[in-house]
C-alpha cells in the first residue's frame, strides 16, 4: 500500500515514523486545524470569493506589490512568480515559521508584505496552527530526533494557471517584455522542461535544448525526444500537461499539502507508475522529502503536478490554489 489514512491519534502516537517506512504518503483526517488554517490563509490573501475588497485585492492580482515582496535570490520567502516556458507558472507567497532565539515565541520571515500602501503582518492564528501542525508531525516521522534539530516551518501558498491556454499567454506576456536574449532563453528553457529519457540529464539537456534552435537539427532531436518521452517520467495521458515535473524536494524533511484545486492534480511514483495523491480543504496529504533519507529507511517520495485541459467553457474552471507545508531548516536570516 503507497498511501495510507492516520488520524491526529495515531500522529500522537507516531505512526508516521511506520507509515513512512511502509510507504509514500499518509492523509492526516479529522483534524479541524487543516481546514481552519486553510481557509485563513485564503481569507488573509483575499483568495474567498466575495470577501475581497477594494482595500484587498487577491494577492496575486497586483503585480507591483509582487515585485515589493520577492526577495532577490530568495526561494523560500517573499512573493514570486515561478515560470518555465510552456510547461508551468504559478503565483506563490511564502514564508517561514520558527521560535525567535530571544524569547522562543513564534515569528514569520517575512513577518508581513506589501499590500498598495501598507504592509499586512502574517495573521497569528496562521503562524501558531501552522508550527503546530507539522511539528507534531515531524515528531511523529522522527520521534527522538525531532526535537534535536534546528527546524522551521515553511508555508507556501501556490496558485496555478487553469488551462494550457493561460500558461501560453502567460509565455507571450513575459516573452515580449524582454529583448531578444531574453526571448531566447526562453526557447532554452521550454526545451530543457520538455527533455526526456537520455536528453533529461546533465549536460546533455543543454545540449538538447541548444540543438532544438537550429534549423535542420531540431525536428531530428524532437523526434528523438517524443519516442523517449512514451516511457518516461514525463509521458501523462492525453488532455494532461505536466506544470511540476518529476522531482523529490530537496530542500525539505516532510512536505505536507491542503487545496482546493479544479484541474490540478498531483500524483506519486510507486511501482513505477503514478497514482494520484488526494489533495482537499480538508485534509492534509503528508510525504517524505529528501532530508528524511539521512534518517534510517526512509525513502523521499517523488511526485508531479498535472494540469487537465477541460474541453468545454475554460470560464467555469475556478482557481487551483494549493497550500504547502513543510519542515525545512532554520534559516539563518530568522535569527
Given at each position: 500500500?503507497?498511501?495510507?489514512?492516520?488520524?491526529?491519534?495515531g500522529?500522537?502516537?507516531?505512526?508516521?515514523?511506520?507509515?513512512?517506512?511502509?510507504?509514500?504518503?499518509?492523509?492526516?483526517?479529522?483534524?479541524?486545524?487543516?481546514?481552519?488554517?486553510?481557509?485563513?490563509?485564503?481569507?488573509?490573501?483575499?483568495?474567498?470569493?466575495?470577501?475581497?475588497?477594494?482595500?484587498?485585492?487577491?494577492?496575486?492580482?497586483?503585480?507591483?506589490d509582487?515585485?515589493?515582496?520577492?526577495?532577490?535570490?530568495?526561494?523560500?520567502?517573499?512573493?514570486?512568480?515561478?515560470?518555465?516556458?510552456?510547461?508551468?507558472?504559478?503565483?506563490?507567497?511564502?514564508?517561514?515559521?520558527?521560535?525567535?532565539?530571544?524569547?522562543?515565541?513564534?515569528?514569520?520571515?517575512?513577518?508581513a508584505?506589501?499590500?498598495?500602501?501598507?504592509?499586512?503582518?502574517?495573521?497569528?492564528?496562521?503562524?501558531?496552527?501552522?508550527?503546530?501542525?507539522?511539528?507534531e508531525?515531524?515528531?511523529?516521522?522522527?520521534?527522538?530526533?525531532?526535537?534535536?534539530?534546528?527546524?522551521?516551518?515553511?508555508?507556501?501558498?501556490?496558485?496555478?494557471?487553469?488551462?494550457?491556454?493561460?500558461?501560453?499567454?502567460?509565455?507571450?506576456?513575459l516573452?515580449?517584455?524582454?529583448?531578444?536574449?531574453?526571448?531566447?532563453?526562453?526557447r532554452?528553457?521550454?526545451?530543457?522542461?520538455?527533455?526526456a529519457?537520455?536528453?533529461?540529464?546533465?549536460?546533455?539537456?543543454?545540449?538538447?535544448?541548444?540543438?532544438?534552435?537550429?534549423?535542420?537539427?531540431?525536428?531530428?532531436?524532437?523526434?528523438?525526444?517524443?519516442?523517449?518521452?512514451?516511457?518516461?517520467?514525463?509521458?501523462?495521458?492525453?488532455?494532461?500537461?505536466?506544470?511540476?515535473?518529476?522531482?523529490?524536494?530537496?530542500?525539505?524533511?516532510?512536505t505536507?499539502?491542503?487545496?482546493?484545486?479544479?484541474?490540478?492534480?498531483?500524483?506519486?511514483f510507486?511501482?513505477?507508475?503514478?497514482?494520484?495523491?488526494?489533495?482537499?480543504?480538508?485534509?492534509?496529504?503528508?510525504?517524505?522529502?529528501?532530508?528524511?533519507?539521512?534518517?534510517?529507511?526512509?525513502?523521499?517520495?517523488?511526485?508531479?503536478?498535472?494540469?487537465?485541459?477541460?474541453?468545454?467553457?475554460?470560464?467555469?474552471?475556478?482557481?487551483?490554489?494549493?497550500?504547502?507545508?513543510?519542515?525545512?531548516?532554520?534559516?539563518?536570516?530568522?535569527?
Amino acid at each position: 500500500m503507497a498511501i495510507f489514512n492516520v488520524t491526529p491519534r495515531g500522529v500522537e502516537r507516531g505512526e508516521l515514523s511506520r507509515l513512512f517506512h511502509e510507504g509514500q504518503a499518509a492523509i492526516l483526517n479529522e483534524d479541524e486545524r487543516i481546514p481552519r488554517l486553510f481557509r485563513s490563509v485564503l481569507d488573509w490573501l483575499g483568495l474567498i470569493k466575495g470577501n475581497a475588497t477594494d482595500e484587498q485585492s487577491p494577492f496575486e492580482m497586483n503585480l507591483l506589490d509582487l515585485a515589493r515582496n520577492h526577495r532577490e535570490g530568495d526561494m523560500q520567502a517573499g512573493d514570486m512568480l515561478r515560470f518555465v516556458p510552456t510547461s508551468f507558472g504559478h503565483v506563490a507567497r511564502k514564508f517561514v515559521v520558527c521560535p525567535s532565539a530571544i524569547d522562543q515565541s513564534l515569528r514569520a520571515f517575512p513577518d508581513a508584505f506589501y499590500l498598495q500602501d501598507g504592509r499586512v503582518p502574517v495573521p497569528r492564528n496562521i503562524l501558531e496552527w501552522s508550527w503546530n501542525l507539522m511539528s507534531e508531525i515531524f515528531r511523529s516521522a522522527l520521534s527522538n530526533h525531532a526535537n534535536t534539530l534546528a527546524y522551521a516551518v515553511g508555508v507556501d501558498v501556490l496558485i496555478y494557471p487553469t488551462s494550457l491556454a493561460e500558461i501560453h499567454k502567460l509565455h507571450t506576456l513575459l516573452a515580449d517584455s524582454g529583448g531578444f536574449w531574453s526571448q531566447l532563453g526562453h526557447r532554452i528553457d521550454a526545451s530543457k522542461a520538455n527533455a526526456a529519457g537520455i536528453f533529461d540529464t546533465k549536460v546533455i539537456r543543454d545540449l538538447f535544448a541548444m540543438a532544438s534552435l537550429i534549423p535542420g537539427i531540431k525536428n531530428f532531436a524532437q523526434m528523438l525526444n517524443n519516442r523517449m518521452l512514451v516511457s518516461s517520467e514525463k509521458y501523462v495521458p492525453e488532455d494532461y500537461q505536466i506544470i511540476g515535473n518529476p522531482h523529490a524536494d530537496g530542500t525539505k524533511y516532510i512536505t505536507g499539502l491542503v487545496g482546493c484545486r479544479d484541474n490540478v492534480h498531483t500524483q506519486i511514483f510507486c511501482k513505477k507508475r503514478w497514482i494520484p495523491l488526494p489533495v482537499t480543504a480538508a485534509t492534509l496529504a503528508v510525504f517524505p522529502a529528501h532530508k528524511m533519507t539521512s534518517f534510517g529507511n526512509i525513502l523521499a517520495t517523488r511526485h508531479r503536478v498535472l494540469l487537465r485541459n477541460h474541453p468545454g467553457n475554460e470560464s467555469t474552471v475556478k482557481r487551483n490554489i494549493t497550500l504547502s507545508l513543510s519542515i525545512v531548516d532554520r534559516p539563518t536570516a530568522a535569527g
